[in-house]
């Protein structure tokens, strides 16, 4: 089959799936506290979520991120993982991953890892218990610390995320970069981004720039720029003197559009070609029409064709009224971070 490939000649090779827009926790710069999830009858049955992804890996996606919302939370989700497991025993995917913020680890670990999941990102921002309960509202500290230790002791490589918030983990970048190096954790900051509703005040409030970041860090260490690329947004850095990799996620301060390599279908079937632009394709309509895959194949690569060459986000362009420019209205959790 013909390779997806987008107008500016980027060839499509990695797949975010949203599998959930639902989730336990309520982290303040992801979600409102009384969220409004949407009819479960919208969300794509496990079967329909199998057949669309298999589809995407036939047209040339080597690699396969499973997010949300939360996605351990998704009843019978480890039915989707087991499917799966069998384009990676095939070959025909590099790579099956997942980002959760931890909270069902425990219990799911060593399920992912046989089904061939071999690293993973766990979502965690902050080390304090109070701090924690705070950021994510519902969260509870000890259970994702013992979900990441289960995950690990299952065979599982894992990678912390931590969005970077002023005023609010600045305090603790030391302290997550010792934590991690101790655990055998990689670590990537990511900044904040202007999702969900306008919240436009709170998330610059919490703005924390990596440049500024990186130059505290600067101030203990020796940092050297590292090559690789992974086609996302993420760059990535060594500590010198601890040898510790480091990545920063930029979405707003450094552009990797060039080399995007991406899209992200969310739960409801909807192929946002860019996690920063508006435009999206239906594909739940061409699924759910026929059995044949014929009609998806072709509204999968009429969007491809549609894939934008950059997005718009943009903190230092703010209009009069304090507004971002380029604010996406949808939440992250409905695209899948
Ligand atoms: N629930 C899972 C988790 O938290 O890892 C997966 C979905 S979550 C939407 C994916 C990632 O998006 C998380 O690392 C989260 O910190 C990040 N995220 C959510 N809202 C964000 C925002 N406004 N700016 C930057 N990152 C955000
Ligand atoms: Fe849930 Fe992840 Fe959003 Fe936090 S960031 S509310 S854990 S989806």
């Not at 329909?48 to 996605?71: K, N, Y």
């Not at 089904?115 to 924690?132: H, M, P, Q, W, Y």
């Not at 969260?139 to 995320?161: E, S, Y």
């Not at 918030?165 to 934590?179: I, P, Q, R």
Request: net charge neutral.
């Amino acid at each position: 089959m013909t390779p997806l490939i987008d107008p500016f000649a980027r060839a499509i090779s990695y797949l975010r799936v949203s599998v959930t827009d639902r989730c336990d926790f309520r982290c303040t710069y992801c979600m409102s506290e009384n969220m409004t999830f949407l009819p479960k009858a919208d969300l794509l049955s496990l079967e329909e979520l199998d057949r669309l992804c298999s589809v995407f890996v036939q047209m040339g996606v080597q690699r396969l991120r499973i997010t949300g919302g939360e996605p351990l939370v998704r009843k019978g989700i480890m039915t989707f993982f087991k499917g799966m497991s069998r384009h990676l025993e095939s070959g025909a995917l590099q790579e099956l991953t997942l980002t959760t913020n931890g909270s069902q680890l425990a219990r799911y670990a060593a399920d992912l890892a046989a089904c061939g999941i071999r690293r993973i990102n766990v979502s965690l921002d902050t080390l304090d218990e109070a701090k924690f309960a705070r950021i994510t509202r519902w969260g509870r500290l000890p259970q994702v610390l013992d979900g990441i230790r289960a995950a690990t002791a299952a065979g599982l490589r894992v990678k912390i995320n931590a969005v970077a918030l002023k005023g609010f983990n600045e305090d603790e970048l030391f302290s997550l970069l010792d934590w991690c190096a101790g655990e055998g954790h990689d670590l990537t900051f990511i900044e904040v981004m202007p999702m969900g509703e306008d919240m436009s005040p709170l998330r610059l409030d919490q703005y924390w720039n990596l440049k500024d970041l990186r130059a505290r860090l600067a101030e203990r260490f020796t940092l050297t720029d590292l090559t690789e690329r992974t086609g996302g947004p993420a760059r990535y850095v060594k500590i010198n003197e601890t040898g510790q990799k480091l990545g920063f996620i930029t979405p707003l301060t450094h552009n990797f559009c060039e080399s995007c390599n991406r899209v992200r279908l969310t739960c409801t079937g909807e192929l946002y070609m860019c996690l920063g632009q508006e435009d999206m394709a239906d594909l739940r309509a061409p699924l759910r029409a026929s059995p044949d895959d014929a009609a998806l194949e072709q509204a999968i690569r009429a969007a491809i064709a549609r894939k934008p060459k950059g997005h718009d986000f943009d903190y230092a362009r703010q209009n009069v009224t304090g507004k971002i420019r380029g604010q996406i209205t949808r939440h992250m959790s409905h695209t899948g971070g």
